[in-house]
């Protein structure tokens, strides 16, 4: 009876494992998103002053229906975070327009 409890406790858990180098995370400050009939593509990109040209960090693959509930948990936590800390405020235009880089004359 013991051991049956401790199945069920078990069906409804995922064992994840996180190694050291992805705890680490990736920087990005843009991320470009296509799909197709089949899956969404979201590319993260980190684009800095002065660098004509960024290269994806990371690119995630993820079918239609996964897409749509990472927007809930995505809108789901980012409610929850303006409820701790205030309204998170969006820029009118980009800060930062994506084809940026040195266009000054010296």
Do not use: C
Request: no cysteine; aromatic share 6%; hydrophobic share 35%.
């Amino acid at each position: 009876m013991e051991d049956n409890k401790k199945n069920k406790n078990q069906k409804g858990k995922i064992n994840i494992e996180l190694d050291e180098a992805v705890a680490e995370g990736t920087y990005s400050n843009l991320a470009i998103i296509n799909h197709s009939v089949s899956e969404f593509v979201v590319d993260f990109v980190n684009i800095m002053p002065g660098r004509p040209k960024s290269k994806v960090k990371s690119r995630i693959i993820l079918t239609p229906q996964h897409a749509k509930r990472l927007l809930k948990a995505l809108g789901d936590n980012i409610h929850k975070f303006e409820q701790a800390h205030g309204e998170i405020r969006d820029y009118d235009k980009a800060p930062l327009p994506l084809n940026f880089g040195p266009t000054g004359q010296a």
